[in-house]
């Protein structure tokens, strides 16, 4: 009986926090979406970061609803032993375990197909830019000299890049090695270098902010 009576004031207190966490974010989400500009006042002069979170005022009424809901079920439903409150907030736990292992599923078949899209926007990025803009490419040399590897996939990814263009040569770091760094970086060179994949997340940060 103890044990019954533990777990029934547990249930309660943790779905009050629920009912509360939902009514905060319910709170924020109307002020954000009715009056953005007095919510950014908090946060100072109008900032990247403050606009992102005005902009999802929408998302964090539905959040806040959903959480209101299954507090106050869960709450509710344990304090009187209600079991038609109880088999609501179970449904609602039921359907957002569901979204979230569709949204897993969702994630994992879609996975090679955004690497592939990441690859070629990062490949026709390089050839683009690499050699002609000076921020592109000293990020790109940071980055290859770092990781100890050559562009996104290999050398070929630079070939018909400004840099290659203008030198008929590729980046040092294609070739580079103890015995022979200060020769130029050729093909034949580029060819026997281990190839090594750079890391997506710094070549989508690449692309995001110095397109």
């Known amino acids: ?48 970061s403050a606009m992102q979170f005005v902009n999802v005022g929408y998302f ?9 809901a299954l507090g106050f079920l869960g709450c509710y439903g344990a304090h009187t032993e209600n079991k038609c409150a109880l088999m609501m907030f179970f449904f609602i ?3 957002i375990f569901i979204a979230e292992v569709a949204a897993a599923v969702v994630a ?6 955004a690497e592939h899209y990441l690859t070629l926007v990062a490949v026709q990025t390089i050839k683009k830019d690499y050699g002609s803009q000076k921020d592109f490419t000293q990020v790109w040399n940071s980055t290859m000299e770092g990781l100890k590897c050559c562009g996104f996939n290999n050398y070929t990814d630079f070939e018909e890049s400004p840099y290659f263009t203008a030198n008929q040569v ?13 020769e ?20 989508m940060y690449l692309y995001c902010n110095l397109k």
């Open 60 to 68: 964090l009424i539905a959040a806040g609803a959903v959480l209101f």
């Open 93 to 95: 736990l039921l359907i």
């Open 108 to 113: 994992l078949v879609y996975t090679s197909v």
């Open 1 to 48: 009986m103890q044990c019954y009576s533990f777990i029934k004031t547990m249930m309660i207190l943790f779905n009050f926090l629920i009912f509360l966490c939902g009514v905060a974010l319910l709170a924020v989400g109307i002020w954000v979406s009715v009056d953005g500009p007095s919510f950014l006042k908090i946060f100072g002069p109008l900032s990247s």
């Open 170 to 182: 590729f980046p040092p770091y294609c070739c580079f090695d103890d015995v022979n760094g200060t």
């Open 184 to 203: 130029p970086c050729t093909k034949k060179r580029a060819e026997d270098k281990p190839v090594q994949l750079a890391a997506m997340i710094v070549s």
